[in-house]
């Protein structure tokens, strides 16, 4: 099973639709229940959000499949261990639209499948040179929507009808969550723009690819400088990152936190102001939703110390 979303709408508006549907369904009778849903959340941030909707319904199990990563999320593979436990499962809960490799072999599967992005309106990177974007990551749409609270609040909801859908009986409880949850986030985000206001506004260079949800919600002017998340560089490859920095005319760079400091030392050296941006991949579900809040809180004091020192 696969649920679509109609994301033209704002994300007030969704969200009212949304829980008026949600409400309409709680009357209904069941679709073909289960009696318990074993579900599994790709990656940390896509668990986080769906924690959210679901924390305390009867009957369900939810659980982050993919253990913290150093590297770039959309790199990775599924293993032998993983499937195993997606075997298992009635749902499995994506970010879609190209943030999982894996997504077709779990679509073949016998569980239901969510994949939360679909329909919604992604940044497009465009077409970039082959030789700068080896991974392929940095052209067309951008999955890395959750790095923006607005974004988050919008996967959220998508996240509650799919569970509604599934599990009619408790489309009540989807709604009171997600009602919650979502004001949580709307909360969450004003304090993160308070956190940066009168301070200046100086143009961004990004050097991963989904840091431009972030810098845009916080009111920075963008460039994306194409580089694998982790990767490190030295002598020739520096100078290389270091001229391409400079022909993007920025003054602050943005670069994932769990960035090589040799990389950091390095920008800052060069005179640039670094924030050091948490990317949601090094969290494990352990930490529940609210992991997601403390990072993104972190975030905006980071860069909020960054503008600072300018």
Known sequence: MRWKSDSRQSPAARLGALLVALCLLSGCAPIQAPDTIAAWASFYPVYALAAGV????????LRCLVQPQDGCLRSYSLSDWDAALL???????????????????VSGGDAAVLTVLDNMPLVDLGETDGEEDPSGHFSGPNPWLFLSVSGARSMAAVIAAGLAELDPDYAHLYAR??????????????????????LPRPRAALLQEGLCYFAEEMGLQW????????????????????????????????VEKQAPPSLTDALAAAGYAVCRVDILSTHAGAEGPDGYFSAMRANAGALAEALRGM
Not at 54 to 61: A, K
Not at 87 to 104: H, K, M, N, Q, V
Not at 177 to 196: I, K, Q, S, T, Y
Request: charged fraction near 25%; charge should be negative.
């Open 87 to 105: 075997a298992g499962g009635d749902l499995c809960i994506l970010g879609g639209r190209g943030l999982e490799s894996f997504e077709s072999a």
């Open 223 to 254: 460039a994306i400088v194409p580089r694998e998340a982790g990767a490190e560089y030295l002598d020739n490859d520096l100078a290389e990152l270091l001229d391409r920095l400079a022909a993007a005319g920025c003054e602050l760079v943005l």
């Open 177 to 198: 969550n997600l009602a919650a949850f979502d004001a949580r986030l709307e909360a969450l985000g004003e304090e993160m723009r308070a956190a940066v206001a009168g």
């Open 54 to 61: 679901c924390e305390g319904v009867p009957g369900v199990s």
